[in-house]
C-alpha cells in the first residue's frame, strides 16, 4: 500500500494580493478518488472472480453428471444387448443335448437383473420357467396371468416385428408388502421361417442399475429411472442425490423406452474455500490466469470456427459439383432444399422450388396420381429410418414443358439425436440412358430386317427354281388343252380336259404358296410377345425351309412332342432363328454328306425336368434343336462362332448366329451347340453332324374349371 506524503509547510505570511489562476484539486483528492476507483475495481473484480469460480465448479460438476449420464446410458444399452443375446442363445441350442431349464438357469445365474424366463409358444401360452436363484419368486402375491398383460403387448410387437421387444415398465407386488418395478423382454422364436414360440424374460429394473452401477466406483452418484412427470420408477445407490446437478437420458430400447436420471450427490460449492483460495493466489494471478483461459478458448473457438466453416465449404462444394440431384422435403412434403444439379436438371431455381406450394416440375396430368403417391409416402407409420428404400421409376417436367423419366432413391432424414425431419431423395435423370436404349433396339431392329432382306437374297435363286417347275406344269397342261380343243369332238374328250384343267390349278395354287410363304416372312414386323405352339413356329418356316432342302437333295424330319408345348415368344424373332439355324444346317451337308444320309431333323422337347401337359414339374423351359448330319464344327471355328462378322462363307455377313443367340437370350433363354458322335463305318472319326439348341420359356396351360 503506498504511504501518504507528508503534510505541506505552514504558509509564509500573506502578501500583497495579485492576480494569479484557480488552484487546482489537492492533490490528496485525487489520490483518494483514485484509491476509491482502484477499491471499486479490485471488488467488482474479486466478485466476478468469485462468480466465475463459482459457476466454473459448478460446470464442472454437471459435466461430471452428463458424462456420467451417457457412460450408464451407454452400459444399460450394453447390457440390454448383452440380455438380448443371451435370450437369443436360448434358441440356438439344442433342447435335447442340454435341457431348456438348465440353460435358463445358467442365464439367470449370469444375469442377476433377469428375475423370471419363460418359454412359451405360439399362442403364448407358458411352456416352461425359471425364477432367479438370487431371490424369491416373483409372482406371489399376484399370480403370472395377472400380471401377463404387458408381456403379451411386447411379444405382439415382437410377432409383428420378427425382431425382440421391451414392454412399458409395471410395479410388481410382493409378499412382503414392497414391490419392484420391472419391464418384460420379448424374443420370438422363429424355426425355418415360423414363427414357433416367444421368450420371456422380466428384468428388474432396480438390480440393473445396481448391476450398472459398477462403473460409478465412487458411488459419487445416485441412478434411478423415472417417469416422464419425474416419479421415480426404481433407484441405485445407497445416498440420495443431493437434486443440484441433475442429467437425464432415454435409453432407447426395442419398442420402449426408459427414461433414466443421473443425480449427484454433491451441493453446490461452498464460498469461503473458493474465496480464501481466491485471495491466496491474488488478483493478479487470477486476472492473468483468465485471460490466458479466455484466450485460449477464443483461439479454440477460432479454430474450429474456421474447420467447421471448411467442412461446411467443401460439403457444399461436393453438393454442388454432384451430376445427381438431391432433394430434401419435410414431414409435410414441402422442399426444403435442393442442389444445383436437381435445379438444372428440371430448369427451375431453388428459390421457385421452395416458394411453390407443388412441385411445378410435376406434370400437370399426374398431380392427383402424385399426391395420392406422396400422402401415401408421407402418412403414418411410414416413418421407418432403418435405411433407404428401393428406387422407383416417376416423369417430371422440365420448365420448358418437357417430359423426362427420372430414378428416385428416397430415405428418410434423420437428425443425429434419431429423430425424422422429412426425406431426402437422389434423382437420376434417365433421358440419355433413354435414347441410348432407344437407338440401340433401333440398330437391333435394323440387323434383323438386314439379316432377314440377306435370307430373302439368298433364296431368290430358290423361288426361281421352285416357280419353274408348276409353272413349266402349267404351261404344258395349256398347250394340251388347247390342242384338244382344236380336235373334233370326242365323248372322251371333256374328261381328258377336265384332268388337264384341274392340274393346272393345283400347280398354281403350288406356285401361290410358295411365294405366299416369302411374302409372309419378307412383311411380318416386330409384334408384342404371344402365346404359340412349338409346333406353329415350326410349319411357319417350313416351307421356306423345303425350298432350300429340295434344292440340295436334302430330307426334311420333324420330331415334336406331343401334346406341342406352348410359348411365350416374339413370333418373328423366334421363326428367323429357326429359319437361319436350318439353312446352315442344310448348307453344312451339301459338300460331303451323301444324298441319302442328307436329314435335318427339327425337333421340339421339354427340357429335363420341366413341366409336363398337365402343368406339373419344376422347371419351365422347352428345347428346340436343329440337327443335320454335315461334317461338324472344327475347334478352332468353333470359339468363335457366335462374334459378331465372323463367318466361313465367302458372301456370308457374319451376324446370322450372333443375332439368333441375341434373340434367345432377349426372350431369357440360352443358346449353345455340339458335334455328335461319329457315324458308324467313318473311319475319319468325323463328327456325325452338328446339333444347335436353344430354349425358350414354356408358358403353363390354365388349370381346367373345378366343377361345382
Known amino acids: 500500500m503506498t504511504t501518504p506524503a507528508p ?11 495579485v492576480p494569479w489562476p484557480a488552484p487546482a484539486p489537492p492533490r490528496r483528492t485525487r489520490r483518494a ?20 469460480t463459482l459457476r466454473h465448479e459448478q460446470t464442472r460438476a454437471q459435466e461430471r453428471t452428463e458424462d456420467m449420464a451417457s457412460a450408464v446410458q451407454g452400459e444399460l444399452r450394453r447390457r440390454a444387448q448383452i440380455l438380448l443375446q443371451g435370450m437369443q442363445g436360448l434358441q440356438s441350442r439344442e433342447v435335447d443335448t442340454q435341457p431348456w431349464a438348465h440353460l435358463a438357469e445358467l442365464l439367470l445365474r449370469s444375469q442377476r437383473e433377469i428375475g423370471r424366463i419363460e418359454r412359451r409358444d405360439a399362442a403364448l401360452r407358458i411352456v416352461e420357467a425359471a425364477d432367479s436363484p438370487f431371490r424369491s419368486p416373483l409372482f406371489q402375491r399376484m399370480s403370472r396371468a395377472e400380471m401377463a398383460l404387458e408381456a403379451e403387448v411386447a411379444c405382439g410387437i415382437a410377432r409383428r416385428l420378427a425382431a425382440p421387444a421391451f414392454s412399458r415398465s409395471l410395479f410388481l407386488p410382493l409378499p412382503s408388502g414392497l414391490g419392484v418395478e420391472v419391464v418384460e423382454v420379448c424374443v420370438p422364436v422363429q424355426q425355418a421361417g415360423q414363427m414357433v414360440g416367444f421368450t420371456v424374460a422380466t428384468v428388474l429394473l432396480g438390480e440393473w442399475l445396481d448391476e450398472v452401477r459398477g462403473a460409478d466406483p465412487g458411488r459419487s452418484h445416485e441412478l434411478s429411472f423415472v417417469e416422464g412427470d419425474g416419479t421415480r420408477l426404481a433407484r441405485s445407490g445407497a445416498v440420495r442425490g443431493a437434486g443440484v446437478y441433475v442429467a437425464e437420458r432415454v435409453v432407447d430400447l426395442p419398442g420402449a423406452q426408459l427414461q433414466l436420471r443421473v443425480d449427484a450427490t454433491e451441493r453446490g460449492p461452498s464460498l469461503i474455500p473458493n474465496l480464501a483460495t481466491a485471495l491466496v493466489l491474488g488478483l493478479s494471478m487470477a486476472l492473468f490466469g483468465v485471460v490466458l483461459l479466455l484466450v485460449r478458448d477464443a483461439r479454440r473457438r477460432a479454430a474450429a470456427e474456421e474447420a467447421l466453416a471448411e467442412s461446411l465449404g467443401f460439403r457444399k462444394a461436393m453438393e454442388d459439383s454432384l451430376l445427381t440431384g438431391l432433394r430434401a422435403r419435410d414431414r409435410q412434403g414441402r422442399i426444403v432444399y435442393v442442389n444445383p444439379a436437381f435445379c438444372r436438371m428440371v430448369g427451375f431455381s431453388a428459390e421457385e422450388l421452395q416458394r411453390s406450394p407443388l412441385p411445378p416440375y410435376w406434370p400437370p396430368e399426374r398431380v392427383a396420381d402424385y399426391q395420392r403417391r406422396q400422402a401415401e409416402r408421407l402418412g403414418p407409420g411410414t416413418g421407418d429410418a432403418s435405411g433407404p428404400s428401393e428406387g422407383y421409376e416417376t416423369v417430371f417436367m422440365r420448365k ?17 439425436t434419431g429423430k425424422q425431419t422429412g426425406w431426402m431423395s437422389a434423382v437420376l435423370d434417365l433421358s440419355a440412358q433413354r435414347r441410348v436404349e432407344d437407338l440401340s433396339r433401333q440398330q437391333q431392329e435394323r440387323l434383323q430386317a438386314t439379316a432377314r432382306l440377306a435370307s430373302v437374297g439368298e433364296m431368290a435363286s430358290l423361288l426361281s427354281h421352285e416357280l419353274n417347275q408348276p409353272l413349266a406344269a402349267i404351261a404344258s397342261y395349256a398347250t394340251g388343252s388347247l390342242n384338244l380343243l382344236e380336235e373334233p369332238a370326242d365323248p372322251e374328250l371333256l374328261p381328258s380336259l377336265a384332268h388337264a384343267l384341274q392340274r393346272i390349278a393345283e400347280q398354281a395354287e403350288r406356285a401361290g404358296r410358295v411365294i405366299k410363304s416369302v411374302h409372309d416372312f419378307v412383311r411380318r414386323r416386330h409384334q408384342a410377345h404371344e402365346v404359340i405352339g412349338a409346333d406353329l413356329l415350326i410349319e411357319s418356316v417350313l416351307p421356306l425351309v423345303r425350298l432350300q432342302a429340295r434344292k440340295s437333295g436334302a ?71 436343329v440337327i443335320d448330319a454335315g461334317p461338324g464344327i472344327a475347334a478352332d471355328v468353333a470359339q468363335r462362332l457366335f462374334t459378331p462378322f465372323f463367318t466361313t462363307k465367302a458372301e456370308g455377313m457374319g451376324l446370322g448366329l450372333s443375332l439368333c443367340r441375341t434373340v434367345v437370350e432377349q426372350h431369357g433363354g440360352a443358346m449353345d451347340f455340339e458335334n455328335r458322335p461319329p457315324r458308324e463305318g467313318d473311319a475319319a472319326g468325323r463328327a456325325g453332324g452338328t446339333e444347335f439348341r436353344f430354349t425358350l420359356p414354356l408358358q403353363a396351360p390354365r388349370p381346367a374349371p373345378t366343377p361345382p
Not at 503534510?7 to 494580493?17: D, E, I, R
Not at 484509491?35 to 468469485?50: F, G, R, Y
Request: aromatic content about 4%; cysteine-free; hydrophobic content about 50%.
Open 7 to 17: 503534510a505541506a509547510p505552514p504558509a509564509p505570511p500573506a502578501a500583497p494580493a
Open 33 to 52: 478518488l483514485l484509491w476509491a476507483a482502484l477499491v471499486v475495481l479490485l471488488l467488482v473484480a474479486q466478485s466476478l472472480l468469485v462468480v466465475l
Open 400 to 416: 420448358d414443358g418437357e417430359r423426362f423419366p427420372v430414378m428416385i432413391y428416397e430415405a428418410p432424414l434423420v437428425t443425429g
Open 555 to 625: 430330307h426334311v424330319a420333324l420330331d415334336i412332342v406331343q401334346p406341342p408345348p406352348r410359348v411365350r415368344v416374339d413370333r418373328t424373332m423366334v421363326e428367323q432363328v429357326l429359319l437361319n439355324l436350318a439353312r446352315n444346317g442344310i448348307q453344312a451337308m451339301e459338300a460331303d454328306t451323301p444324298l441319302d444320309q442328307r436329314v435335318l431333323t427339327l425337333r421340339v422337347r421339354l427340357a429335363p425336368g420341366a413341366a409336363d401337359s398337365s402343368g406339373h414339374g419344376s422347371t419351365r423351359w422347352v428345347l428346340f434343336s
